[in-house]
Each structure stands twice: as C-alpha cells, then as structure tokens.
C-alpha cells in the first residue's frame, strides 16, 4: 500500500465515524432519550432543549464530514475499473438518501427534533412530516448505512472477478 491508499484508509474511517455518529446517536436519541424524556416529564424542558442542541451540533459536523469524505471517497471509487453499473446506481441510491437526509435535518427540523411536529393542512402536509419526521430521517439513515456494505460487496466482488 502507498501513502494513497493509507490516505483513503483514513478518510474512509472519518466517515464511517461520522455516520455512526449520526446513526448511532439516532438510535439512542429515538429509542432511549426521546421516551425517558417522555415518561419524566422533561420533554421540551431547558435540560431538553440543550440535550437536542447538543446533539444538533453533533449532526451538523457528521453532515459537514460526511459530505467532504463522501466525495472524496465517491470520486476515488468511479475512478477504479471495479466500479460497474449496479456500482453506480447503489451509490446513486445511496446519495440521494444521504443527501434527503442532509435536506431534512437542516431546512424541516432546524432548532430540535421535536416528538410530533405541528401539521397543519391536509394529506401532502401529514405525508411530508411523516417522511420528514425524526424517526424517519433515522430510518433512512440505517438504510444508507447498509448500502455501503452494499456497495463495498459489489466493488470487491468486481475486484475478485477480475
């Protein structure tokens, strides 16, 4: 291996961090926090608004990261010759999630991720907030998280059958 590819190693690292990070932090905030806050009453206390703030801040620097690794990383992998078709469109399917996500997280849910957002309107507006909605945003996370495993079984796939 050159100083490349331990370069990559490391990038590589830094976004896997950064989305088990966000993911990771996901999972506890929706299974763990959001319900004892429920159940103690401390839901949209001031200990409440600055645990989502904090977390906010997390998110936002897993974003930042993930974006800059994510194109690192993408423009080194469709450079290779081990990058096929079905390559292409998993990573396609991959960075329109991520990027939804990245959408999500910061034009629909911009101070907290509250329990139930206000829905005013009709259908669209119920069915926007659903897909909007934390719980949402973090299954669509552990989604993107698998198609890169996904995507890392198809490019060594590629590498063995060459």
């Known amino acids: ?5 331990w370069i990559l190693v490391g990038i590589r690292w830094v976004h896997a961090l950064a989305a088990v990070a966000w993911v990771g932090g996901s999972i506890f905030y929706v299974l763990v926090l959001r319900p004892s806050q429920k159940r103690s009453g401390t839901a949209g206390s001031p200990q409440g608004d600055a645990t989502a703030q904090e977390f906010r801040g997390l998110v936002n620097t897993a974003i930042g990261v993930l974006l800059l690794t994510g194109v690192i990383l993408s423009v080194s992998r469709l450079t290779a010759s081990a990058a096929t078709g079905p390559y292409m469109a998993v990573l396609a399917v991959k960075i329109a999630l991520a990027l939804y996500m990245f959408y999500t997280v910061r034009f629909f849910r911009r101070r907290s ?14 069915w926007r907030a659903n897909l909007s909605g ?3 945003v973090l299954v669509i996370g552990v989604v993107v998280f698998g198609l890169a495993d996904v995507l890392d079984a198809l490019f060594e796939a590629k590498l063995a059958g060459s």
């Open 1 to 5: 291996m050159d100083v490349l590819d």
């Open 113 to 126: 991720y509250p329990d139930t957002p206000t829905i005013e309107g009709g259908r669209w507006a119920r």
């Open 134 to 136: 934390t719980t949402a």
